[in-house]
């Protein structure tokens, strides 16, 4: 993926989450990460609430939402409708989830974002991430987050590396990416549109929309009209 590739409405179709107005006047997804705390508690503000219930000081829960009893959700959460997050989930601060989604038993999310019907349903460590529609995370796949040196991250584009000025950032998975079991994502991958991910990869820098990622240094591209997405 060029730097132009990597815009925000290059990678994202932004009806489908409740930060779309988060994103407005930023160039690149990741920027908007850091005020995404401040975000979540000024519209769960003005949320109705008859739609949603504020279960506790900075977390909005909608009310056809199914949040199972042994969840926890710490402070400055959003789920919107028809999201599921099962047994013994862990949503550890800054996470806002849209429609449709499923959150599976023991997945861990801090600082994130995920576009409507999302499923990271087994297993999985979301952190300082943004997944965008309709996109998937097969069990056991993670997202790194921090650099083994603990330098800011930095974005790999094709035509030459993006200074974030993060210390803590995971992936950006466009609309309809497919991310195969036990996967790691390391810190700033960004992988475009329809694209899938093989089970047991480690993926770095960024990859092509319409793609499939079988190893490093081997990825090929989908035929015309293949789509490879899955229907939830």
């Not at 959460?77 to 849209?98: M, Q, W, Y």
């Not at 929309?209 to 035929?223: H, Q, T, V």
Request: contains cysteine.
């Amino acid at each position: 993926m060029k730097k132009d590739d990597l815009r925000i409405e290059k990678m994202f179709e932004l009806r489908y989450t409740q930060a779309a107005e988060l994103f407005e006047g930023k160039r690149y997804p990741w920027e908007a990460l850091p005020e995404l705390s401040a975000f979540i508690e000024r519209i769960g503000r003005e949320l109705p609430p008859s739609e949603y219930e504020e279960r506790s000081p900075t977390v909005w829960i909608h009310r056809s939402a199914r949040v199972y009893d042994s969840a926890f959700l710490s402070d400055h959460i959003l789920i919107g409708p028809e999201t599921e997050v099962r047994h013994c989930a862990f949503l550890r601060g800054s996470v806002l989830v849209g429609r449709g989604c499923v959150i599976g038993n023991s997945c861990e999310l801090k600082n994130s974002i995920l576009f409507d019907s999302v499923q990271v349903p087994h297993y999985n460590y979301i952190g300082d991430s943004i997944l965008g529609y309709r996109s998937h995370m097969g069990a056991a796949s993670l997202t790194s987050n921090v650099k083994s040196d603990r330098r800011p991250v930095f974005v790999h584009a094709e035509d030459g590396e993006i200074e974030t000025g993060l210390k803590k950032l995971g992936a950006i998975l466009s609309d309809f990416v497919e991310v195969g079991c036990g996967s790691v994502l390391n810190p700033g991958c960004c992988i475009g549109k329809n694209t899938n991910i093989y089970p047991l990869s480690s993926v770095r820098g960024t990859v092509d929309a319409d793609s499939i990622y079988k190893r490093e240094g081997e990825i090929a591209r989908k035929r015309t009209g293949e789509k490879g997405h899955r229907e939830i």
